[in-house]
């Protein structure tokens, strides 16, 4: 069993920067693949960014690129997203999510099987 807990979220201003981290506990062993999906209110869950396992492949939503990193270390057992020039738009509950399934950095929710309870960003203009 794995766990996942996000921490980091909080309110900032439009152009502030934010780190999101994600620790996973418990059999981390059984997780390859990680991401950051985000949900603003009234919309669908949507990916933000993924990993692969090794780090050497990443994926960015076009929404985010250029601003958005996204960043793990195994041994830590931890994941972060460190947003930057954030926007208004970019307000959402972001969810950290692991498979257990696949180490490429997948895109979509079917691939992620362990996700954590989320973390709130809200960006104000």
């Known amino acids: 069993q794995v766990q996942l807990v996000e921490s980091g979220g909080k309110l900032v201003q439009a152009g502030d920067s934010l780190r999101l981290s994600c620790a996973a506990s418990g059999r981390t062993s059984s997780t390859y693949a990680m991401a950051w999906f985000r949900q603003a209110p009234g919309k669908g869950r949507e990916i933000a960014a993924a990993?692969?396992?090794?780090?050497?492949?990443?994926y960015y939503a076009d929404s985010i690129k250029g601003r958005f990193t996204i960043s793990r270390d195994n041994d830590k057992n931890t994941m972060w997203l460190q947003m930057n020039s954030l926007k208004p738009e970019d307000t959402a509950i972001y969810y950290c999510?692991?498979?257990?399934?696949?180490?490429?950095?997948?895109?979509?929710?079917?691939?992620?099987?362990?996700w954590g309870q989320g973390t709130q960003v809200t960006v104000s203009s």
């Open positions: 999510a692991a498979s257990s399934r696949t180490t490429y950095a997948r895109i979509t929710i079917p691939n992620y099987d362990i």
């Open positions: 990993i692969s396992w090794s780090g050497a492949d990443t």
